[in-house]
Each structure stands twice: as C-alpha cells, then as structure tokens.
C-alpha cells in the first residue's frame, strides 16, 4: 500500500527535511507545499534534500493565514498533486496523510506502515458535531468577521473607537450566520483538528463535491477557521462516515492521529499548540497517536534526537 504524505510547509526549511527524512524508508511518497513567504526556490529544496522519486513539489505556491480558507487550498493542492502522480506513475495511494512541517513521527515508519495497512479503509479524523453548545458555536454563527476584525485591530489602537466600529461587524456576522445555519448550509456540520488521515475513497469523494457542487462548497468558505470544518464536513458526507469515530458533541480534546499539547498547568490556553521541548519527551513516548506536533527546532531540536533514539531502541 502506497500511502501520499502532504506536508504544509512556512517556516524552518532544515526541519521539513529532517521529517521527510524520517519517514522515507518507507512506500511513502512525499507531496510537499512550501508557503509563499519560504524564501527558497524549489531546486534549493532539492538539492538539500537530495529529492529522489518518492518527493514532488506544489508549483503553485499560496500563502497560507491561519483561519481562512488559504489553508484548505493548500491542502487541496496536494492533494491534486498526490492524483496528478497517481496517474504518472500508475500507482494508487490508499491513504492521504496531512501534516505540517512542524510535525514529526513519534512510531517507527515500520509501526506507522503497519497501523495504516489494519486501519484502512477507516477515515481517521478529529470529528464533533456541530450544537448550540459546544465549540463549533462561533465556527458557523458568527461569520465573515475575523479577517475584518483582525484588519481594524491592525489599523487602530484599543478603545472605544476600535469597539464603535467592530460592533456592527460582530452583529452583522452573527446576522449572517443565523442566516447560513438555518437556511443556507447544504450538508449537516462538523469539526475538528485541521490534521487528519483520510482514505482514497473520501478523498475522491471531495474532488467529485467540488467539481459537481462547487455552490455548495462556496457556502463552506466563510465559515471561521474553515481547515477545523471543511474536511470534517465532506468526510462525513462521504460514503465511509459511518467508519468515523464521532465525538460526543461536549468532547474538547482532539482526537487525531497528531497529537498536540494545548494545555499545561500553570499555562494560559493561547488557541494554538505550545512547542513541544525535551521537558515533554516523557509523556510524547507514551502516547497512542503517530505523530505530534508543535516541534521547532530553533528552540529546541533534542527532542527529536530523543525521540528518534527512542524510535530505534524499541524497533
């Protein structure tokens, strides 16, 4: 089984390396998007990593901003890449596996190969669905305002004035909203981690929504920090959703094949992952999931070092 790894790469070049480095021995092909804002050509990629055939580059290059839609673009542009070298190369890929290059394996290639040859054809997905009450709320009811919103506080300073005018925004989006929730919104609503691992059969399914009902999926592109609800959304309207593990409509925690560490004692919840450091290797060693996340080399790169001796000593 071959299996296509997409990797959204914007920072820390040597870093993408040393994770598709980590899985190459494998039947893994590598597609790889490096943001817009990377200043590195696609030959500077690689010549340092030395790109055989297992390793293609997105020509296309977008930049990537948290909570929008860039993020599923890029995605999608793997994964039309992933579909352009099965059809090149006369292959087929069994799963399509999506990771940031701040990502890192935390099993053996060996482990990870094996796991997804059981699982398949099994979407592995962080998937909630959408109440009233949970932490999709503000995903899909309120609307259309976070670029905006993030654009007046760039523009002004805090206080009244800033208040004055992002207040009719707040209620505009919350109009729009009600609006798209109740009427609009041509599939039922989910959401989760951004980072997943889905089956040739829910992938095909995607490309055929957007090229049959692209109407329908021009709905889903305002809808707030659409990577944590497109691909949810299409997986469950997919013929494999009843393969899903659904989360309880209360469940905060993720559960993916990525794991990520969001809280700590002692720490503020910021809304995005803390770096994971050599203080956590203890704990990453342990867990369930394939590959976890955030990890930054400029802060800290022993604890891929430690989790790389780890990975050898128990192989």
Request: net charge positive; aromatic share 12%; with cysteine.
């Amino acid at each position: 089984m071959k299996q296509a790894v997409l990797i959204m790469a914007h920072k820390n070049l040597n870093q993408v390396i040393r994770l598709i480095r980590s899985l190459s021995k494998s039947d893994f092909h590598f597609l790889v998007h490096l943001d817009s804002k990377m200043d590195v050509t696609d030959s500077e990629f690689c010549n340092l990593l030395n790109c055989s055939d297992n390793v293609f580059i997105v020509k296309k290059r977008i930049s990537g901003v948290l909570d929008t839609w860039s993020l599923v673009e890029i995605s999608l542009s793997l994964i039309e890449l992933a579909k352009q070298i099965e059809l090149n190369k006369n292959i087929h890929y069994s799963y399509y596996l999506l990771l940031s290059g701040q990502d890192y394996p935390i099993k053996s290639v060996e482990y990870i190969t094996e796991f997804l040859g059981k699982t398949y054809p099994k979407p592995l997905i962080d998937c909630t669905p959408y109440d009233k009450h949970n932490w999709l709320y503000y995903k899909f009811n309120v609307i259309g305002i976070r670029e905006i919103s993030k654009y007046v506080d760039s523009k002004l300073n805090r206080g009244i004035l800033r208040k004055i005018i992002k207040l009719p925004l707040i209620i505009y989006g919350s109009l729009l909203g009600w609006v798209y929730r109740n009427f609009l919104y041509d599939y039922k609503l989910y959401g989760g981690s951004a980072w997943w691992i889905l089956p040739d059969k829910v992938i095909e399914f995607i490309l055929h929504e957007i090229k049959t009902n692209g109407h329908k999926i021009n709905k889903l592109k305002i809808t707030n920090t659409p990577e944590e609800t497109f691909f949810q959304i299409m997986t469950m309207a997919s013929p494999l959703s009843n393969l899903v593990d659904l989360n309880p409509k209360d469940m905060v925690e993720q559960n993916c094949m990525t794991y990520a560490h969001f809280s700590d004692e002692g720490k503020p919840f910021m809304g995005h992952p803390y770096i994971l450091t050599k203080e956590d290797f203890s704990k990453i060693v342990k867990l369930p999931q394939l590959f976890a996340r955030k990890f930054d080399t400029v802060t800290d790169s022993n604890i891929l070092d430690m989790i790389d001796r780890h990975i050898v000593n128990n192989t």
